[in-house]
């Protein structure tokens, strides 16, 4: 059996440059925290939806960011694969094991690139009657938007670049980088 190819290393100058700091990412996940804990006054808990796999990470500090009691879940949704564009379709590969009726909902993403990903789930989730459904981001690459949809919190805008890091991949390499980086 062959060995698989090296992934290339983890900071790589000539690879990597750092777009938004852990510092910057720490300091507005936690005003993104405080304002879904400002918006979001009620009974029970909050529904964390994180989207698989790129979420992971900010899923982990929004979570501890929000004062109010938090349950976490994840879904798993087809979207780019191995490569750097988009199929354009969105797929269902793992879905909540719970009910969401009546609860608050946000659904945590790591990107908004063309708003398909979103659309689709967002429009999945409210035939499930939940009390109230939000979306919060990391990032979001405006530019890029081919559905509209609206975001309640969004972490970065940033340019029409491919990033990684902070949860996000290229070909599952990258993911645990500190910072979000432009791979170049
Ligand atoms: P959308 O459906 O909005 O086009 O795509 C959203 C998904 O595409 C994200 O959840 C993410 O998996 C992937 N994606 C979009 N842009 C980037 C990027 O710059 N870097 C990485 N690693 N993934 C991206």
Redesign the pocket.
């Known amino acids: 059996m062959s060995n698989p190819a090296p992934a290339p290393a983890l900071r790589d100058p000539a690879t990597l440059r750092v777009l938004i700091s852990a510092d910057r990412i720490h300091q507005r996940i936690a005003e993104i925290g405080q304002q879904i804990d400002e918006d979001l006054v009620g009974d029970g808990p909050i529904y964390l939806i994180g ?1 698989l796999k ?1 979420s992971f990470i900010f899923m982990a500090d929004l979570a501890r960011a929000i004062r109010r009691s938090a349950r976490i879940e994840f879904m798993g949704v087809s ?2 694969g191995r490569g750097k564009s ?1 199929s354009g379709e ?1 797929r269902v590969l793992k879905d909540l094991d719970v009910s969401i009726a009546g609860a608050d909902v946000i659904i945590v ?10 659309t689709y789930l967002k429009s999945l989730l409210e035939t499930r009657q939940p009390r109230s459904l939000r979306i919060a981001t990391l990032l979001d ?1 405006p530019e ?1 938007r ?1 559905r509209p949809v609206e975001v309640d919190y969004v972490g970065f805008q940033i340019p029409d ?4 890091g902070y949860g ?3 070909a599952e390499d990258y993911r645990n980088l500190k910072e979000v980086c432009v791979l170049e």
């Open positions: 989207i790129g979207s780019y988009s969105v993403e790591d990107i908004v690139d063309s708003g398909i990903t979103l690459k890029r081919l670049e491919f990033v990684v996000l991949d290229f």
